[in-house]
């Protein structure tokens, strides 16, 4: 009997394959492996002790959410927070288009060029180091209460970071000071793509500078905008925890701490919650999911073409 | 329309342009204060930091350096890195970066190559499987467990093999390979080259611009990095500067057992304006973190436009 012969282009499509493949087992280990994680939380696991077919619970860990009080008050305490920050960010996501807009109009290109280089800058510093800049400004000895001390404006230093005052909207501004420049970026571009001539022509017509904005500018980079809210909305649940675990503290936890640190708070704290804490983390992720797809969705039927 | 009516019609454009000049200039005038406020409140925290770092430490104790530094010194640059464990926090992030940044980088030109290759096996499923690692993650438990199983907890390579693979650096590849002449590849089939031939004569040279921008955006991310370190590291030696800052700020009653040391020795017969205090240590190793960025920053800012490409995908 003669061996099948494998045609040279067979055989080097193979090989090529072999070339791919520790990556891919890479891929399947850090991105895919986990998931098999998500059985812990149908199960009473105590680590070290390995998971058995003793230890098996079925939905416990699900249903603890609704039937412990305790914990139910804590799910619907993180969730307002979550729709707090999330709703404040998709309410004023108009900004950084808007910024990029009024910054266009400025004609002296020097001075433009030097506002886009440091509103941008903040973008690539990490989370820990804008709580370290919140932290040095606004501490009792620090640049605002100094001045605002000095002009008479308050008696003793205002404990800015140690409240849970206007908390959520704090939030909001130390992630516009980090992304905003960053985000006007994307208008900007958006903005250079728009034809010369309609803008000319409305000019001859008499438009004033707000009329071409209004009647051009905007609705021209719309569908980026649109883009934007619906990445938002496909994100609504993951404010991701870096920011708020930094600027977390006793006086505010009632207030900042999201979704997504909740769950880390759970499983780091000393009584260890992983499988509830897992429990919690995969409804987050289908709903995730669930919201992506309909985001996209919407993108397709509004736009004609989806993001994903 | 009667002569008339026209000279009407061009009598009200030239008012309406008047007022329009003066309407827009006031715009122009408000629109030039918003963006120097702007710009202010994004310099002006680095600013204020740097010119305490570098003043008498008694006074910026006590929030008198507000606008211009005083009593200058440099003694805090020289006295912080003798904090015990600062200089390895800070090779350790320098390290974690170099080697983070190579890994990516090769891996994203090696991958955005290969899924361009039409002879591999399979080659649209295997470039989903990878794409669609984006959309999901198992959480921090799973990953947690699924980390510490592969003994990379306390590791140093928990800082590098996970962030290796990076689907939007594999596609920005993938997209870029693709615009790349195919008559390029096809020339060297010919000729009898190999795969890997191609990919390191032919197409690394030719697809250096975006492996500019992502070393870039790659760099930024490694020295950035926090969250690795909160999950998978408790020793000491592995700790990066931003653990370390974070630890710093955090933690003020470690800061002042620092302080107490350090007075106690060798600082003792220092003046009041030379000693290591808690916001000293604080603002002098926040520079000396955020230093780095801000000395690139002026050259990775013509990879922006391309770097947008990054974000947009990310979200």
């Given at each position: 009997m003669q061996l099948k012969r494998i045609s040279p282009r067979?055989?080097?499509?193979?090989?090529?394959?072999?070339?791919?493949?520790?990556?891919?087992?890479?891929?399947?280990?850090?991105?895919?492996?986990?998931?098999?994680?998500?059985?812990?939380?149908?199960?009473?696991?105590?680590?070290?002790?390995?998971?058995?077919?003793?230890?098996?619970?079925?939905?416990?860990?699900?249903?603890?959410?609704?039937?412990?009080?305790?914990?139910?008050?804590?799910?619907?305490?993180?969730?307002?927070?979550?729709f707090a920050m999330s709703g404040i960010s998709l309410l004023f996501s108009w900004f950084p288009m808007v910024f990029a807009i009024f910054l266009n109009e400025i004609k002296c290109r020097p001075y433009k060029k030097f506002v886009q280089t440091v509103t941008t800058l903040p973008n690539f510093i990490s989370w820990v180091l804008v709580y370290s800049i919140a932290f040095n400004v606004f501490s009792s000895t620090g640049a605002v209460?100094?001045?605002?001390?000095?002009?008479?404006?308050?008696?003793?230093?205002?404990?800015?970071?140690?409240?849970?005052?206007?908390?959520?909207?704090?939030?909001?501004?130390?992630?516009?000071?980090?992304?905003?420049?960053?985000?006007?970026?994307?208008?900007?571009?958006?903005?250079?793509?728009?034809?010369?001539?309609?803008?000319?022509?409305?000019?001859?017509?008499?438009?004033?500078?707000?009329?071409?904005?209004?009647?051009?500018?905007?609705?021209?980079?719309?569908?980026?905008?649109?883009?934007?809210?619906?990445?938002?909305?496909a994100n609504f649940l993951s404010n991701g925890m870096e920011q708020y675990y930094v600027f977390q503290n006793a006086f505010n936890m009632d207030y900042i701490e999201v979704l997504d640190l909740y769950v880390y708070n759970m499983a780091t704290s000393s009584t260890g919650q992983y499988p509830l804490s897992t429990a919690i983390s995969i409804l987050k992720s289908v709903v995730s999911v669930v919201l992506l797809v309909v985001s996209n969705t919407a993108s397709k039927l509004i736009r004609g073409e989806g993001f994903i | 329309m009667t002569e008339?009516?026209?000279?009407?019609?061009?009598?009200?454009?030239?008012?309406?342009?008047?007022?329009?000049?003066?309407?827009?200039?006031?715009?122009?005038?408000i629109t030039y204060i918003v963006y120097a406020i702007?710009?202010?409140?994004?310099?002006?925290?680095?600013?204020?930091?740097?010119?305490?770092?570098?003043?008498?430490?008694?006074?910026?104790?006590?929030?008198?350096?507000?606008?211009?530094?005083?009593?200058?010194?440099?003694?805090?640059?020289?006295?912080?890195?003798?904090?015990?464990?600062?200089?390895?926090?800070?090779?350790i992030s320098v390290l974690r970066t170099v080697v983070g940044t190579l890994f990516t980088v090769l891996v994203a030109a090696f991958l955005g190559y290969m899924f361009t290759r039409k002879t591999l096996w399979k080659r649209k499923f295997w470039y989903r499987f990878v794409a669609a690692t984006m959309y999901f993650n198992a959480g921090v438990i799973p990953w947690y467990l699924t980390m510490k199983m592969m003994g990379l907890t306390n590791n140093f390579w928990g800082y590098i093999f996970p962030m290796m693979i990076q689907p939007f650096y594999i596609i920005l590849c993938k997209t870029f390979c693709e615009s790349v002449p195919e008559a390029l590849q096809e020339a060297a089939d010919i000729d009898g080259a190999g795969t890997l031939t191609i990919f390191f004569r032919i197409m690394l040279p030719v697809i250096k611009p975006i492996l500019a921008t992502i070393a870039v955006f790659a760099a930024v991310n490694?020295?950035?990095?926090?969250?690795?370190?909160?999950?998978?590291?408790?020793?000491?030696?592995?700790?990066?500067?931003?653990?370390?800052?974070?630890?710093?700020?955090?933690?003020?009653?470690?800061?002042?057992?620092?302080?107490?040391?350090?007075?106690?020795?060798?600082?003792?017969?220092?003046?009041?304006?030379?000693?290591?205090?808690?916001?000293?240590?604080?603002?002098?190793?926040?520079?000396v973190v955020v230093l780095p960025v801000i000395l690139i920053y002026p050259f990775f800012q013509r990879f922006f436009t391309s770097g947008i490409m990054i974000g947009a995908v990310k979200g």
């Open positions: 067979k055989m080097r499509s193979y090989k090529e394959f072999l070339l791919i493949l520790p990556f891919l087992a890479v891929v399947a280990l850090f991105s895919y492996f986990p998931l098999y994680g998500w059985v812990y939380a149908f199960h009473d696991y105590r680590p070290p002790k390995p998971i058995t077919a003793e230890t098996f619970v079925g939905f416990k860990w699900f249903l603890t959410i609704v039937n412990n009080p305790v914990r139910t008050a804590d799910i619907l305490r993180v969730l307002r927070n979550t209460n100094t001045v605002m001390m000095d002009l008479g404006l308050i008696d003793k230093p205002i404990a800015f970071l140690k409240s849970s005052e206007n908390i959520w909207f704090k939030m909001w501004l130390w992630l516009t000071w980090k992304n905003a420049g960053w985000a006007a970026i994307m208008y900007l571009a958006a903005i250079t793509g728009i034809d010369e001539q309609m803008i000319e022509a409305a000019k001859v017509d008499g438009a004033t500078r707000m009329q071409v904005i209004w009647h051009i500018t905007i609705p021209s980079i719309l569908p980026t905008y649109f883009v934007i809210v619906m990445l938002n909305l | 008339k009516a026209i000279l009407n019609q061009a009598v009200k454009n030239r008012r309406r342009g008047i007022k329009r000049s003066f309407s827009d200039k006031l715009i122009s005038v702007f710009a202010f409140v994004c310099v002006y925290p680095f600013y204020y930091i740097f010119i305490n770092s570098i003043s008498a430490n008694n006074l910026s104790e006590r929030g008198k350096v507000i606008f211009y530094p005083m009593e200058v010194h440099l003694k805090n640059y020289s006295s912080v890195f003798k904090i015990p464990g600062l200089m390895d926090a800070a090779v490694q020295w950035n990095s926090f969250q690795d370190t909160l999950l998978l590291v408790t020793k000491d030696e592995l700790y990066t500067l931003q653990y370390v800052l974070y630890r710093y700020i955090s933690q003020a009653s470690s800061l002042k057992s620092l302080v107490s040391n350090s007075t106690n020795s060798a600082q003792l017969a220092a003046s009041l304006a030379h000693a290591a205090t808690a916001t000293s240590i604080r603002m002098t190793v926040t520079i």
